[in-house]
């Protein structure tokens, strides 16, 4: 390899050209790698706290959208059904969190005096991207001074507009840039953890973190990086933006995503944060990460000059899904679900289905349809997190064999082609229809113009290892926080997780619980010969 190196330093730039000339068309291979997903977090309306809890709110098909809770703003004094009423929304509803405000500064060595100015948005990506190496058994400690990388796509700025907004200049500190200004986000995580690699935020409104994904999955091919976070972030605390929203005619006045469907009447904004752990399938089989699916490949492009500023382009959503295609190594038959970007309003709907007929009408048909759904009919639309939301769905699906209800579809937008079109909207649980190849389209399109695609496919089935004899008597369980109270609330969460769940094996607990985490200074040893006798010493 250094002499390669040595040769290619020689080489003019002229030379350079022709020989990159030469070999590109050879480099599609390289192009089409597949990426592992090997961990996951989230934070999503339900409250949907874990991937588990997402799960659940989707294969119930749980509505999670509620009225705007008292704590982010006064809903009698912003509303009125009039749209035209100035300073008024006419959109009661939205997707929330909970406790957004809940956060333990100092577990990632941040000053109380500094977490004052800390943008909400700042720490769910700390959290969920903690949470997401831990459901991966990467032990962030061991990061540190690795290029791993950061793409964040988030396109809030409540928390700014907030401090700015109260009209009192004293409230602006030493670190009100730092807490609030986008870049950050992904900065601060990459500091916190010590990763050298690429570390950016992407803001193409509604498509961010779709393009933060392909980003993602463009640097670890590049060999930028060996190991990439991938987060979306939107909360919604301050009432400026659903009244913009609302002026603009795009909220939904009875607040639901009715994707496809006839009642669609526009979007209903909500908050969430999701976070993706990626390595090169090769690596990944290599160091015997888990692998929850793969990423086989991504497109983005612009609508350029179409109908107006906002409105989509079915040419450009077409280009792209080919784009993303043909990048991924997948023909147009090999797809059998679009998770589709469908916030539910009158004109975007009947664009994106056209152009998805465009595309899928000749590899499907009435018997062997293209199932096309939408998280957001669960969730609401989340914006700049929106293209992580739909991600984890896909991946959650993959994992239970099972493609959710898609929500509010009682008659089918009569602006839709239906009768020539091959798609199926799945009202209830539908399996898989293809057993043997499971792979799904994701879209993402922002009212910037950038549009996202993300073709995405079940993880390998690997051969079975034998399962080794564990002939141990007992088994030695660590647990360990920084503090007291955060030592006993982890012990309480493994109780219950012992509860819940009856297949994980006493060995693997004690394996991940050494390997996989950080160790802290309040520490918890505890040795069990069973699960049964874990739980009851736990407790």
């Known amino acids: 390899m250094s002499n390669i190196n040595e040769h290619i330093t020689q080489m ?11 070999i590109a068309p050879k480099l599609d291979i390289l192009r089409a790698e597949p990426i592992a997903v090997i961990g996951l977090g ?35 004094e912003f509303y009125d059904n009039n749209p035209d009423s100035p300073g008024k929304m006419y959109a009661r509803h ?5 406790e957004p405000e809940m956060f333990d500064p100092q577990f990632f060595g941040i000053s109380p005096r500094e977490a004052v100015s800390l943008d909400p948005q700042q720490r769910f990506i700390l959290e969920v991207a903690w949470e997401a190496l831990e459901n991966a ?4 400690e061991k990061l540190f001074g690795s290029e791993a990388g950061v793409f964040v796509g988030a396109s809030g700025f409540d928390n700014a507009l907030s401090l700015i907004g109260a009209g009192d200049m004293r409230k602006i500190d030493a670190y009100f840039g730092t807490g609030n200004v986008l870049s950050v986000a992904a900065g601060r995580l990459s500091y916190i953890l010590g990763l050298t690699g690429p570390s950016m935020v992407v803001d193409t409104a509604c498509s961010s973190s779709l393009v933060a994904a392909h980003l993602a999955t463009q640097s670890l091919r590049n060999r930028e990086c060996n190991l990439a976070l991938v987060a979306g972030v939107n909360l919604l605390l301050i009432p400026q933006m659903s009244i913009n929203f609302s002026k603009a005619r795009m909220l ?7 994707t496809f469907s006839a009642a669609a009447n526009g979007y209903v904004r909500s908050e969430g944060c999701g976070v993706l752990v990626l390595k090169r399938l090769a690596d990944a089989l290599t160091d015997g990460d888990q692998i929850l699916a793969l990423i086989r490949g991504s497109a983005v492009n612009q609508d350029g000059n179409s109908g107006g500023l906002t409105v989509p382009s079915g040419p450009s959503q077409e280009q792209v899904i080919r784009q993303a295609l043909a990048n991924s190594a997948v023909l147009p038959e090999q797809v059998s679900y679009i998770e589709a970007h469908g916030t539910g309003t009158s004109l975007g709907d009947p664009i994106e ?32 997190a929106a293209g992580m939301a739909s991600m984890l769905k896909v991946i959650l699906s993959f994992q239970h064999q099972t493609i959710p209800p898609h929500l509010h579809f009682s008659e089918p937008n009569p602006h839709i082609n239906w009768d020539e079109l091959p798609f199926q909207v799945p009202t209830a649980a539908s399996p898989w229809p293809n057993k043997q190849q499971q792979i799904a389209g994701i879209s993402g399109f922002g009212f910037s113009g950038t549009n996202a695609h993300v073709i995405m496919e079940a993880a390998p089935r690997l051969p079975q290892k034998k399962a080794e004899k564990n002939n141990l008597p007992a088994y030695l369980v660590t647990l360990s926080g920084k503090s007291d109270r ?3 609330n982890l012990a309480q969460r ?7 769940d009856s297949t994980t094996q006493l060995p693997d607990i004690s394996y991940t619980g050494q390997v996989g985490r950080n160790h802290f200074r309040q520490r918890l040893a505890v040795v069990a010969e069973s699960r049964e006798a874990l739980s009851e010493k736990l407790a």
């Open 12 to 22: 003019s730039p002229l030379k350079l050209t022709m020989a990159a000339k030469q």
């Open 137 to 140: 058994n990467v032990a962030p």
């Open 353 to 384: 289905a056209a152009a998805l007929g465009t595309i899928y009408s000749r590899t499907h048909s009435k018997e062997a349809p293209l199932l096309i759904g939408s998280v957001k009919t669960n969730i609401g639309h989340l914006e700049g």
């Open 94 to 98: 939205g997707g929330f969190c909970a």
């Open 252 to 258: 939904s006045p009875d607040g639901r995503c009715k």
């Open 486 to 488: 955060a030592l006993e």
């Open 42 to 76: 989230c934070r999503f309306p339900g409250p949907a706290n874990t991937p588990d809890q997402f799960w659940q709110l989707l294969q119930n098909g749980v509505d999670a959208i509620g009225e705007v809770p008292a704590d982010r703003w006064n809903l009698s």
């Open 494 to 500: 493994y109780e219950s997780f012992l509860d819940q």
